[in-house]
């Protein structure tokens, strides 16, 4: 297996079962590195038929929220022969309709604006859609403020370009925040407009009161619930003490008795489906089988929760497993992922009974990777008896019995584990390689007991916990260990790498905290408040001794092992502060910056850039061994100046 194959494998997500039960729509992804684009299409397979799903439409680009695609099943219409779906083509977010045969597909919007949300409106046979401001408009604004200036104001991010520097809906734009610290493009805050299109006529008019509450009551993130088929039942999930999740269902209308779900116990509820008005599908995760789903039906007059399905991966339809499945009257539709398992559709019967393969793009990186490498889920206690759980690469052919070098990613471990979370360390390929790789589950406390130096150090226990582990079954070498994170996954990289002797290389994927990145967010609405609940930091001056314990930038000499940074051009410029320190201070270091990503970056060949980098990083730290293809001597080079700095620097001590 190639890092280029991880770049390239199908992604599957928006499932919908049709209203005739009979079919069902999906969206595959892949991306091209040689148009560094992502291509996507719309495919119907037939429920009941042993053959492949018809490619009904081109998808377009895929539409994404920061780096990753958004998950948006298409709408049906009620006669089971068009799916409706909003698409990215030609520069424009526009709402298509393709026939399920894969005989028609065409544009039925020509709005100015993109659209931004739509419902089909079946009794009006219409679509009922809203949208901002214009594209021209938005275009418009941004360009005043290149010819006039920017005002500084708590919307901008002072880390990253104030112009046309990220790209949003296809085109580079440029960005700021809302009040949550969600990022938007300009003119984001502009009055919405509600229209509707009559699917009879052509025709456009301007939406009425009746069609904006069509419109928000079919949006999931709403928080309204999720509303049964009757509309006669709203399901609602909340939040519960100590991380834990409650499912509650109440009648709509003047009965407004509410269901508890007493048989769910201590679940952790993801997310749940409408079966029929009698019974919920619901999705849940199993912290102690790290992020392993199962599917339950659940009866609500009766409360009786009932099995149907335990995965070792993912069931949810997208990688970052917060979506239902597509429920039908007698089966859930699914995208499956498993740590050793790409992405495919499976068929799963609510009533009991085998379930059924519909549709496997990715057999040949399957079958490579069990050619390849063996795959071993992990549970395992620190020195303070908490329990962590993740998966272990290994190679399946070995040239000998001895201890391996090991590489650790630490946060989330979700789905198939190509690249960890934020997906940039090829774990299969570096476990073909001759580095064992694992992946670790992050064990966080609920966040009313967060502390970010507990945390780092809850991090370091465990990671230590599963060295010793491994060490002690004489399966790696612990003079060997690598390791590498993204997000929180980076901060406790960068605290195991200063707070211990464990690593003899790393590699970070975005920055921590430094007095830099402080202020170049303080003026953002909430985000100081944020500062010092998430990590008990206010000004530099106000709580100088908590910066002192957690920003690398206040001990840089602490660092022995080598640090690779690839950043996104979001946040490097967060990072110069401990990075310049790091350097002064002779720690061999090396930063590379990635132009116009966000924080989980999402480039083709900038990923298979990261991916191969930090395979030969690893390589070279953990096995001695360097590429020889030409384009990579300079790399090597700058890379041995660096081992002899590490050697020079730990000869001085």
Not at 85 to 90: G, T
Request: aromatic share 8%.
């Amino acid at each position: 297996m190639t890092t280029r194959m991880l770049v390239e494998i199908s992604d599957l997500s928006s499932v919908a079962i049709s209203p005739d039960g009979e079919h069902v729509a999906f969206r595959e992804e892949r991306a091209s590195i040689e148009e560094n684009t992502y291509r996507s299409a719309w495919r119907v397979h037939r429920l009941d038929a042993n053959e492949s799903p018809i490619r009904v439409a081109e998808g377009g680009a895929p539409l994404r929220n920061g780096g990753l695609s958004i998950n948006e099943p298409p709408q049906w219409s009620p006669d089971s022969r068009w799916i409706y779906y909003r698409a990215l083509l030609d520069g424009e977010v526009q709402i298509w309709r393709a026939a399920r045969d894969g005989g028609k597909a065409e544009r039925l919007t020509s709005d100015a604006a993109d659209i931004e949300a739509f419902v089909l409106d079946p009794g009006a046979n219409a679509l009922i859609y809203r949208v901002g401001a214009t594209r021209e408009e938005i275009a418009r604004a941004e360009e005043e403020e290149y010819a006039n200036g920017v005002l500084f104001d708590d919307s901008i991010f002072a880390g990253q370009g104030l112009f046309r520097s990220v790209l949003i809906n296809g085109r580079l734009a440029s960005e700021r925040t809302d009040d949550r610290m969600t990022r938007r493009q300009l003119l984001w805050n502009a009055p919405k407009r509600v229209r509707v299109l009559d699917l009879n006529t052509g025709a456009v008019r301007e939406g009425a009161d009746r069609d904006a509450k069509l419109l928000r009551a079919s949006d999931p993130a709403a928080g309204r619930g999720v509303p049964s088929s009757s509309g006669d039942l709203v399901a609602v999930i909340s939040e519960a003490p100590e991380g834990k999740t409650a499912l509650r269902v109440s009648r709509v209308g003047r009965d407004k008795r509410s269901m508890i779900c007493g048989a769910c116990g201590n679940l952790k509820i993801i997310a749940v489906a409408w079966r029929n008005d009698d019974e919920l599908v619901i999705t849940s995760r199993d912290a102690e089988r790290g992020y392993a789903q199962s599917l339950y039906v659940w009866r609500p007059e009766d409360d009786v929760l009932r099995l149907v399905a335990r995965s070792d991966g993912l069931l949810s339809g997208d990688r970052s497993g917060n979506t239902p499945c597509a429920i039908g009257e007698h089966a859930a539709v699914c995208v499956a992922a498993e740590a050793a398992a790409p992405p495919r559709l499976v068929s799963i019967p609510l009533d009991g009974g085998p379930g059924a393969v519909l549709y496997e793009p990715n057999a040949g990186l399957a079958a490579a990777l069990r050619a390849g490498v063996d795959v071993e889920f992990l549970a395992w206690k620190d020195k303070r008896g908490r329990r962590f759980t993740g998966h272990l690469f290994t190679p399946k052919a070995r040239s000998d019995a001895g201890p391996m070098p090991l590489f650790v990613t630490y946060y989330v471990c979700p789905g198939f584990l190509r690249g960890g979370f934020g997906d940039e360390w090829p774990l299969i390929p570096m476990a073909q390689a001759g580095v064992a790789a694992l992946c670790v589950n992050a064990r966080l406390p609920g966040r009313e007991d967060r502390d970010a130096k507990e945390d780092y150090e809850t991090g370091l226990e465990g990671v230590t916990a599963a060295v010793d582990l491994l060490a002690a079954r004489g399966l790696v070498d612990r003079r060997k260990i690598g390791m590498g994170g993204l997000s929180f996954g980076s901060e406790v990289t960068l605290w195991t790498a200063s707070h211990s002797d464990l690593l003899a290389a790393a590699s970070v994927a975005s920055s921590a905290a430094s007095p830099t990145w402080y202020w170049f967010r303080s003026m953002q609405t909430g985000y100081a408040p944020r500062a010092r609940e998430q990590w008990g930091l206010g000004p530099p001056e106000e709580t100088p001794e908590r910066w002192r314990e957690l920003s690398p930038a206040f001990y840089p000499e602490a660092f022995t092992a080598p640090i690779l940074m690839q950043m996104a051009e979001q946040e490097y410029r967060s990072a110069i502060e401990y990075y310049a320190r790091m350097r002064l201070a002779g720690v061999p270091v090396e930063l590379w910056a990635y132009p116009h990503e966000p924080h989980i970056k999402f480039q083709p060949r900038h990923k298979l850039s990261i991916y191969d980098r930090n395979l030969d990083w690893f390589g070279f730290w953990l096995l001695g061994s360097e590429d020889p293809a030409p384009g990579k001597a300079g790399q090597h080079e700058r890379w041995r100046k660096l081992k002899w700095q590490m050697h020079e620097r730990s000869s001085n001590k």
